[in-house]
């Protein structure tokens, strides 16, 4: 076995522990819905043994997580996704850093102020008074 095989295969344990301990499950209890031994399902999360298709799919459908999760598909879209968020938020960082000072500052104040100018003036009490009619 290669070392990169093993490196895969202890990450695909490490993902089915993450998916079982997610959804409150016991190794026996996935092993239950799995059909396999407890024994089993802690080789599979210590990367002893690669779990086949079938008990695979099984792993998926028991903790809701889909196939690609435990074969590292969706890490690396999270990954790329999370890439391109650190990207556009250091752009928007240079962005606020060139504007000079007044510009920036000036749409905070504005939505500040702007709420006080657009509230309805409060009624002034009265200042007559009613006096009883007297007999």
């Known amino acids: 076995m290669s070392r990169g095989s093993m490196l895969d295969r202890t990450q695909l344990g490490k993902r089915i522990k993450e998916a079982r301990l997610r959804t409150g499950m016991s190794q026996q209890q996935l092993a239950d819905v ?75 104040v504005e939505a500040q102020v702007q709420p006080l100018t657009s509230a309805q003036p409060a009624t002034q009490p009265s200042t007559s008074v009613s006096t009883p009619d007297l007999p």
């Open 34 to 108: 799995v059909g396999v031994s407890d024994k089993t399902i802690s080789a599979y999360e210590v990367g002893r043994v690669d779990p086949p298709l079938e008990s695979l799919e099984k792993l998926s459908n028991a903790t809701l997580h889909p196939i690609a999760y435990f074969i590292g598909d969706v890490q690396s879209n999270i990954e790329a996704k999370l890439d391109r968020i650190a990207r556009e938020l250091s752009d928007i960082r240079q962005a606020l850093q060139d504007q000079p000072r007044e510009e920036k500052v000036k749409p905070l």
